[in-house]
């Protein structure tokens, strides 16, 4: 099985405007700006084997303020740019919607479809309900921290993207790269 990191989008791979105290996630192409650190975080990842999933709430799309074809459009620029294996979104206004996160309905699809080990698996995001959602899954979740981090669980808080990166660079080498000895016959 194979192992992932799943990103949240809004505020780890782009920029987000933040009004009252919120971040507001672009509603229109032109607004979608990837941050420039990420290419070369994730391509760290990927030269470490990893799947790079995104994952985001996009309750705007049910609520009518942002069309799914401008949603498309920001993740073909997105996949065009960066080394995503895959975008997971959840487009209900609904927070008791299981794909809405802190639930984890979009962890356990994708590890359905990309059949992933959700316990060698991380999350990077900014917020304390991917921390909630990665716990629920049983992922290591990685925070980047921010004001949206919570007093909830999260395994680890570090001061950036690039140190995210390391930290799960170091717990896969030190905790998952160990293979068990076979036993022979």
């Known amino acids: 099985m194979k192992a992932a990191v799943f990103l949240e989008r ?8 933040v009004r009252a105290g919120h971040q507001v996630s ?11 650190e990420v290419g070369a975080e994730l ?6 084997g990893f799947l790079l999933i995104a994952t985001t709430n996009q309750p705007a799309v049910s609520r ?3 069309s799914r074809r401008e949603l498309d459009l920001m993740h073909a620029v997105m996949r065009r740019k960066l080394p995503v294996d895959d975008v997971l979104i959840c487009p209900y206004d ?9 639930h984890p309905g979009m ?9 992933l080990d959700l316990d060698r698996s991380f999350v990077i995001s900014d917020k304390w309900q991917d921390a909630k959602a990665a716990q629920i899954a049983g992922c290591t979740s990685v925070l ?4 949206w981090i919570g007093h909830d669980h999260h395994d680890f808080v570090v001061p950036n ?7 799960i660079l170091q717990l896969h080498a030190t905790l998952f790269t160990h293979e068990l000895p076979v036993a022979v016959a």
Do not use: M, Q
């Open 107 to 115: 962890f356990l699809e994708a590890a359905f479809k990309w059949s």
């Open 26 to 36: 672009p509603l229109r192409l032109e607004e979608f700006k990837l941050l420039p």
């Open 10 to 17: 809004d505020g780890i791979l782009n920029a987000c405007e």
């Open 161 to 167: 993207l690039s140190s995210a990166v390391s930290k």
């Open 43 to 48: 391509a760290r990842l990927k030269e470490a």
């Open 144 to 147: 980047v921290e921010s004001p």
């Open 64 to 66: 009518g303020d942002l």
């Open 94 to 102: 609904d927070t008791t919607h299981p794909c809405y996160k802190p």
